[in-house]
């Protein structure tokens, strides 16, 4: 299999004081697994990488791996550079994660990734935007509406705790970085 650049995604480490893990020991852990062309994004949890080997047996051997360097558990979603160039090319260039707009794409596992899954979402129609794309779902919102958005309840979803959420500045940013190590 000829070699693919890869996002990892991880879900949960750095935020709210818990679970704390370095970018520069997770970087570490990527190289000495053999993974190449290693980078971090940001100290939320995007790694970007290249490697042979397909997703499936990357996240399971990261996961398995994370857990043996760093002592927990953290959900770890991997894309390929052709996924992240899908998610980033649906979102719309005019939606902006800023003062104005909200815009988060929610990744979602691999026994999931369905159009169905928006029918698990309780939005309002004329205030949120929910769109599926290659394993994700994009959710925009202008952030006057934001009290008002069903996504607020969105934490209570039992999918809540099987994705991994970037704003879409993260996103076209990670894509930026995973062509320009291609």
């Not at 995007?46 to 051997?61: H, V």
């Not at 927990?72 to 979603?77: D, G, Q, T």
């Not at 990734?113 to 205030?127: E, M, R, Y």
Request: hydrophobic share 40%; with cysteine.
């Amino acid at each position: 299999m000829a070699a693919t650049i890869y996002v990892a995604l991880l879900r949960g480490i750095n935020v709210g004081g818990n679970h704390k893990v370095p970018m520069p020991q997770l970087k570490l852990l990527f190289e000495n697994l053999g993974h190449k062309k290693v980078a971090t994004y940001i100290n939320s949890g995007n790694i970007i990488f290249e490697s042979e080997l397909p997703t499936t047996s990357l996240e399971s051997d990261l996961t398995n791996a994370f857990v043996e360097e760093f002592g927990f558990s953290a959900a770890i979603l991997v894309r390929s550079i052709d996924q992240i160039k899908t998610t980033a090319d649906g979102l719309d260039p005019l939606w902006e994660n800023n003062s104005d707009q909200k815009t988060d794409v929610i990744f979602l596992p691999n026994d999931i990734k369905s159009p169905s899954v928006l029918k698990t979402i309780s939005v309002d129609p004329v205030i949120d935007t929910l769109i599926y794309v290659d394993g994700a779902i994009i959710w925009h919102i202008d952030r006057s509406n934001y009290s008002r958005s069903g996504m607020n309840n969105f934490i209570k979803n039992p999918l809540y705790k099987k994705v991994t959420v970037r704003n879409c500045n993260t996103v076209r940013k990670v894509h930026e970085i995973m062509q320009s190590i291609d």
